[in-house]
């Protein structure tokens, strides 16, 4: 069935360190791929998508890439702040009758030391 | 534009008693779901509807959960007969239906976090 796969269960870096966020997905076809954030006593919000394979997406500094032949959707960030500090979720729409619908990771909780 | 609100935002039990979760997504959204958030774990779809209708409840633990949106608006999740394994934040998102667009947002709202002792 359809799967979101998040290896890495914490990062904890420093401000202005690069952040690399790996996820791979199982599914057939090419679908649509998200990052949702999550901050302390918050429900989940979008941080960005990628609705086409081998396309990139951005949003507040943030840039995820999308690879259809690895299957893979990383997130990273050049020089990340203490208000990045947050849970980061990759997240896949599903397809047919799963159409409306998403699939989360695990999450990756980043913890930004100042 | 008021969010997705949700209540209780706490909810304390002993195992076998039953609680019901309220959520009012935002206005105009037609679609509304229902995930579940075990402690460390990512959000899990338990059901959600466009309108009043169910389109999915697989996931959703027929003996002792249920949901219903009867007027399409407002939804109620009520978990019978509470087992600690159902220890988690119970979070609801509103959305218009997506169809054949590419958008996949999501509009959570703060969720309502239970603990069964």
């Known amino acids: 069935g359809d799967s979101v796969i998040q290896m890495q269960g914490q990062v904890t870096l420093s401000e202005n360190d690069f952040l690399f966020i790996n996820c791979t997905y199982s599914?057939?076809?090419?679908?649509?791929l998200f990052w949702y954030v999550q901050y302390s006593g918050e429900g989940p919000q979008l941080l960005l998508q990628v609705t086409t394979a081998n396309n990139k997406g951005s949003s507040r500094g943030f840039e995820a890439t999308y690879d259809k032949g690895t299957t893979s959707f990383h997130l990273q960030k050049t020089s990340v702040q203490e208000i990045d500090s947050a849970v980061y979720y990759c997240?896949?729409?599903?397809?047919?009758?799963?159409?409306?619908?998403?699939?989360f990771g695990i999450g990756t909780l980043l913890s930004v030391k100042p | 534009e008021a969010g997705v609100t949700q209540s209780p935002r706490y909810a304390v039990l002993q195992e076998g008693q039953a609680v019901s979760f309220w959520c009012d997504p935002i206005s105009g959204h037609d679609t509304l779901y229902w995930y579940q958030q075990p402690r460390d774990q990512g959000p899990q779809l338990l059901v959600y509807?466009?309108?009043?209708?169910?389109?999915?409840n697989s996931q959703l633990p027929s003996d002792r959960f249920s949901a219903v949106r009867p007027k399409g608006t407002n939804s109620t999740l009520k978990i019978q007969s509470a087992k600690q394994g159902d220890t988690a934040t119970y979070l609801c998102?509103?959305?218009?239906?997506?169809?054949?667009?590419?958008?996949?947002?999501?509009?959570f709202g703060e969720g309502s976090k239970l603990t069964v002792l």
């Open positions: 599914t057939t076809g090419y679908p649509t």
């Open positions: 997240a896949m729409r599903g397809f047919g009758s799963s159409g409306n619908k998403l699939i």
């Open positions: 509807f466009r309108d009043e209708a169910v389109i999915d």
């Open positions: 998102a509103s959305s218009f239906y997506w169809g054949g667009s590419n958008t996949g947002q999501l509009y």
